[in-house]
């Protein structure tokens, strides 16, 4: 019923949501700063962002990266598919919602304070997915870093 927010989210559920949502950032922190901090790393490096982006930190390694590439790819997988999937199925569940208002006027207002989510989540996930997903592919770290900008300082 998702036309029914204010009825269902009640401050109970509101903070379950907001501790589930901390503990998962917690832990995934933990576990990709323990997986960071077993690397070894050459004396002379720079990085090429204005902050340490976890991608950026493990290409710039000198020892084995696999295990911590695969983590961050199935962490990545994981974290933000099914984030993905719930936001998926919420507007499934909001389209059918208003494909049964039967004034014009009322879709199209609802289809409007949709549609700013809607491109502010679609940004976020492909500027997100393009830095992590291009850093097995050679590219230029401007790019990367203009992306990293986006997804990090625009959609907020």
Not at 44 to 53: G, N, Q
Not at 79 to 88: K, N, P, Q
Request: proline share 3%.
């Amino acid at each position: 019923h998702p036309l029914r927010y204010t009825v269902i989210m009640n401050p109970w559920l509101c903070a379950l949501l907001v501790l589930v949502s901390w503990v998962l950032s917690v832990l995934h922190s933990l576990l990709q700063t323990s997986m960071v901090l077993q690397l070894s790393f050459c004396t002379e490096v720079e990085i090429p962002h204005f902050f340490c982006e976890l991608n950026q930190m493990i290409q710039l390694a000198c020892s084995d990266t696999f295990l911590n590439n695969m983590v961050m790819y199935f962490a990545a997988m994981l974290l933000a598919g099914g984030t993905f999937l719930g936001i998926l199925y919420s507007y499934s569940r909001i389209v059918s919602s208003i494909h049964r208002i039967s004034s014009a006027q009322g879709k199209y207002k609802a289809f409007s304070t949709c549609a700013s989510h809607l491109s502010v989540v679609s940004l976020f996930y492909c500027t997100g997915l393009g830095v992590y997903l291009s850093s097995a592919a050679t590219q230029s770290s401007h790019s990367s870093a203009v992306a990293s900008v986006i997804y990090t300082v625009v959609t907020p």
